[in-house]
């Protein structure tokens, strides 16, 4: 079984630099959803056929090793394009021929055209659907004894018979491999346009029909959604909703709670675990896991993220990071790449952290900068905590030991080690490494007797003027 996904040729109003299967649906590009959808014919080969200027296309097939490239240089139709598909597989005995652009199309409909396909022994078997308005679709002709004859196009169609639901092809097909292979190397072109047409397959194959023998020609009904291939960005945003919808409901019914769904927008490959509640207005991207009994929202964006279980995002934003089991973030913080936020873990209002690695019951309140930083687990970070973590030139690490205490408005220049129970006052400069248990005032801050916890509590940066001054007699 060869899959043969048709992404070259005309009609695309995209007004994009980027190739039509790129646009995303849901958050995945077009040819991604149809490649998934074509594993439900269990291919033992995939061909892409890509057109001019299609370098971005290529590239992005990199990520998929088991597919085969085939060129077609000039667009001269789908036949044409079947036909250069065919070439890069000598030795095949079915054809699944899809679209890029129809990301709408499901692995369950192209199983069961590919079953539809084995059980009737057709030549060729047809993807169709019924729609109200026929619109610019091959409209499906059927004989008195309701065998399919021929697809009938809109310019060479009667429009009688396009009045009311009519069942029209939506372009995919399963085929016999080695009848279509010489049925397309005679294909006549169109005189109108000199292009080759994959349709022209079904009046061929019910040309030959024989006596006693089966339909050459079969179909499979499916619904309307499937036929909605995409031009442009009106028809893009169509399939992007009815894709969501999808997401959404798929969701729903596994468990999870939505409020206001229709304001939720969630991609293709988000995973959310029961018991979970979404509040309106969050955007969940593609690569995000949540786990159970969470609260996101409202208003929360989270992208390629794996969040844990009874966890609460409030208003947040979190890109490429973690959160451990029974935290809270926000509302108003932002984690960016690479922060790993431990169990227990609070991070509150407006607090920023970049590449840093959280322990368990760390909190970090209120207005902090924390970037390429370790800290252990059960310390405090104070109001307006900074770690100035980069030089002009090159990021160093800030590494805060367990249950530390920094003060409000610490500035911690990296690279520093701050040790395991070791404190800095409110609005210290640090610069050099803080030993374990150890506290630090001032402006670059120094060292200081800890006489109690009292006492190290209390003690402040202006403290620390006050006392001095009383040593030089200025007092």
Not at 28 to 54: C, D, F, Q, W, Y
Not at 112 to 135: H, I, P
Request: glycine share 12%; charged share 25%; hydrophobic share 40%.
């Amino acid at each position: 079984m060869t899959l043969l996904v048709l992404a070259a040729g005309r009609g695309s109003r995209m007004q994009s630099a980027i190739p039509k299967p790129l646009h995303r649906v849901a958050g995945i590009p077009m040819i991604n959803h149809v490649l998934r959808a074509g594993a439900g014919a269990k291919p033992t080969t995939t061909v892409v056929v890509v057109g001019e200027g299609s370098a971005p296309l290529e590239a992005h097939l990199d990520a998929w090793p088991d597919v085969l490239i085939a060129r077609q240089p000039v667009p001269r139709g789908t036949g044409d394009a079947a036909r250069r598909g065919l070439a890069e597989v000598p030795a095949v005995d079915w054809l699944v021929v899809l679209f890029a652009d129809h990301p709408l199309l499901t692995s369950e409909v192209v199983a069961q055209m590919v079953l539809t396909a084995g059980e009737s022994g057709a030549l060729v078997t047809l993807l169709t659907v019924t729609l109200d308005d026929a619109a610019g679709y091959g409209r499906i002709e059927r004989d008195d004894a309701g065998r399919v004859r021929r697809v009938v196009e809109r310019r060479d169609d009667d429009p009688r018979h396009r009045l009311g639901p009519t069942e029209i092809n939506s372009g995919m097909m399963a085929l016999r491999a080695d009848w279509a292979r010489d049925v397309l190397a005679s294909l006549p072109a169109s005189g109108a346009t000199g292009e080759y047409y994959l349709t022209d397959l079904v009046a061929a194959a019910a040309a030959g029909a024989r006596e006693g023998d089966a339909w050459p020609v079969a179909t499979v009904p499916g619904e309307p959604e499937v036929a909605l291939g995409v031009n442009d960005r009106v028809e893009l945003a169509a399939a992007d909703q009815v894709a969501r919808t999808r997401v959404r409901q798929r969701l729903l019914r596994s468990g999870v709670t939505l409020v206001g769904p229709e304001t939720i927008f969630i991609e293709e490959g988000v995973e959310v675990g029961v018991d979970s509640t979404i509040l309106p207005f969050s955007s969940l991207s593609d690569g995000t896991i949540v786990g159970e009994g969470c609260t996101i929202g409202p208003s929360a964006v989270i992208a390629r993220s794996k969040i844990g279980d009874r966890v609460i995002v409030r208003s947040s934003t979190i890109e490429e990071s973690t959160v451990g089991d029974d935290s809270d973030v926000g509302p108003y913080a932002h984690l960016r790449n690479g922060t790993e936020i431990g169990v227990r873990a609070h991070v509150g209002n407006y607090a920023e952290l970049k590449n840093v690695r959280l322990g368990a019951g760390v909190k970090v309140g209120h207005f902090s900068y924390l970037g390429d930083a370790d800290i252990g687990p059960e310390t405090n970070i104070g109001a307006g905590t900074v770690t100035a973590n980069f030089d002009g030139q090159r990021k160093h690490r800030t590494t805060i030991g367990a249950g530390a205490f920094i003060g409000s408005d610490t500035v911690l220049r990296a690279p520093v080690v701050v040790g395991d129970g070791a404190r800095t006052g409110a609005g210290s400069v640090v610069t050099k490494d803080v030993p374990d248990h150890r506290l630090v005032v001032g402006v670059p801050a120094r060292l200081v007797p800890i006489r109690s916890a009292a006492s190290a509590v209390e003690w402040s940066p202006a403290a620390e003027i006050v006392a001095e001054q009383r040593r030089r007699g200025e007092l």
